[in-house]
């Protein structure tokens, strides 16, 4: 099975689909990404909050397939932001990885009223300039975050990874991406498997499809044009949340999954969220 590409802003390509591995412990990385990976996910999502860039890292230069194959994506903690720091950062986390570079470096939360992202997003061009990273992008930035970014620096983010799912379809932000050539990333694509994938309606409207709750919400995702990087510790899960191109959304079903957006959040708002723990 063939995972689309989505093509950024500057020319790299992404698979469309990837894995997740927040939450994963660092002992538990190397196992849960090998599965993925002889499942057939190229694109690896990690952090350096996660604490499992070793684990990530190992697996991915176990795995016997050619770097230039694997997409690999970390993120800068907030307690590194400023352009100092981001640069050192950097190199902690592609020397925990053990890569020669990583093709997607992430601003993981903007925190405005810490008022560092514009200097964290200098050294992130300094980077992308180096070519120690393929692409630059950002997380859990809001139109506002965005606009100053665009306004005040060089190079526009190729993606923004934002909470997103049926229950927060994030329509006003996802028109801003798409009017200035960014793409848009979902975390949380699947709702943290809290209560979203126990939603009857979209029971039913998988069952139409012989498919589970979450291979639907993936499939929509897909359509919508999203970048998606669902987690799941569980074989039989990574191999479903693969299983994901053998079925089209109907009409119907965009409409009623259109319906169930209730503005919810599972994770923290953007606007106002600091933590540097
Ligand atoms: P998710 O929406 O991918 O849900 C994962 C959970 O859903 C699993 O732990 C499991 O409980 C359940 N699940 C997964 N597959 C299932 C299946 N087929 N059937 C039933 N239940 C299933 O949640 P997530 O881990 O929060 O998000 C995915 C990835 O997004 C993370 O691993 C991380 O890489 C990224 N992320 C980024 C940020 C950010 O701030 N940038 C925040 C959260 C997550």
Same mark, same amino acid.
């Given at each position: 099975?063939?995972?689309?590409?989505?093509?950024?802003?500057?020319?790299?390509?992404?698979?469309?689909?990837?894995?997740?591995?927040?939450?994963?412990?660092d002992?538990?990385?190397? +196992? =849960?990404?090998k /599965?993925?990976?002889?499942?057939?996910?190229?694109?690896?999502? !990690?952090?350096?909050?996660y %604490?499992? &860039?070793?684990?990530?890292?190992?697996?991915?230069?176990?795995?016997?397939?050619?770097?230039?194959?694997?997409?690999?994506?970390?993120?800068?903690?907030?307690?590194?932001?400023?352009?100092?720091?981001?640069?050192?950062a950097?190199?902690?986390?592609?020397e925990?990885?053990?890569l020669?570079?990583?093709?997607?470096?992430?601003?993981?939360?903007?925190?405005?009223?810490?008022?560092?992202?514009?200097?964290?997003?200098?050294?992130f061009?300094?980077?992308h300039?180096?070519? +120690? =990273?393929?692409? /630059?992008?950002?997380s859990?930035?809001?139109?506002?975050?965005? !606009?100053?970014?665009?306004? %005040?620096? &060089?190079?526009?983010?190729?993606?923004?990874?934002?909470?997103?799912?049926?229950?927060?379809?994030?329509?006003?932000?996802?028109?801003?991406?798409?009017?200035?050539?960014?793409?848009?990333?979902?975390?949380?694509p699947?709702?943290?498997?809290?209560?979203?994938?126990?939603?009857a309606?979209?029971?039913?409207?998988?069952?139409g499809?012989?498919?589970?709750?979450?291979?639907?919400?993936?499939?929509?995702?897909?359509?919508?044009g999203?970048?998606?990087?669902?987690k799941?510790a569980?074989?039989?899960r990574?191999?479903?949340?693969?299983?994901?191109?053998?079925?089209?959304l109907?009409?119907?079903?965009?409409?009623?999954i259109?319906?169930?957006?209730k503005?919810?959040?599972?994770?923290?708002?953007?606007?106002?969220?600091?933590?540097?723990?």
């Amino acid at each position: 099975m063939t995972v689309p590409n989505v093509t950024f802003n500057n020319g790299v390509t992404m698979p469309q689909l990837g894995y997740g591995v927040w939450q994963v412990p660092d002992a538990e990385a190397e +196992r =849960v990404v090998k /599965i993925a990976l002889e499942t057939g996910y190229r694109s690896i999502d !990690t952090a350096a909050i996660y %604490e499992n &860039e070793e684990g990530t890292g190992r697996a991915l230069r176990a795995s016997g397939v050619p770097r230039e194959e694997l997409f690999v994506t970390t993120k800068l903690w907030n307690s590194e932001q400023g352009y100092d720091s981001t640069l050192r950062a950097f190199d902690a986390s592609l020397e925990r990885l053990g890569l020669e570079y990583v093709d997607l470096y992430l601003i993981h939360w903007p925190m405005p009223s810490r008022g560092l992202y514009l200097d964290t997003w200098r050294a992130f061009e300094k980077l992308h300039a180096d070519g +120690r =990273v393929r692409a /630059i992008g950002v997380s859990n930035f809001t139109v506002e975050t965005l !606009t100053r970014l665009l306004d %005040e620096t &060089e190079v526009v983010p190729v993606l923004n990874q934002i909470e997103l799912h049926p229950y927060l379809q994030q329509e006003e932000l996802r028109a801003f991406h798409a009017e200035h050539g960014i793409l848009t990333e979902a975390w949380s694509p699947l709702g943290q498997g809290k209560g979203l994938l126990d939603d009857a309606e979209l029971a039913r409207l998988a069952a139409g499809h012989g498919k589970t709750p979450a291979q639907l919400v993936l499939r929509w995702h897909l359509e919508l044009g999203n970048v998606v990087i669902p987690k799941s510790a569980t074989p039989s899960r990574i191999a479903e949340n693969f299983d994901v191109f053998d079925f089209e959304l109907t009409d119907e079903d965009k409409a009623a999954i259109a319906a169930l957006d209730k503005g919810t959040r599972f994770g923290p708002d953007p606007a106002t969220f600091t933590g540097l723990g």
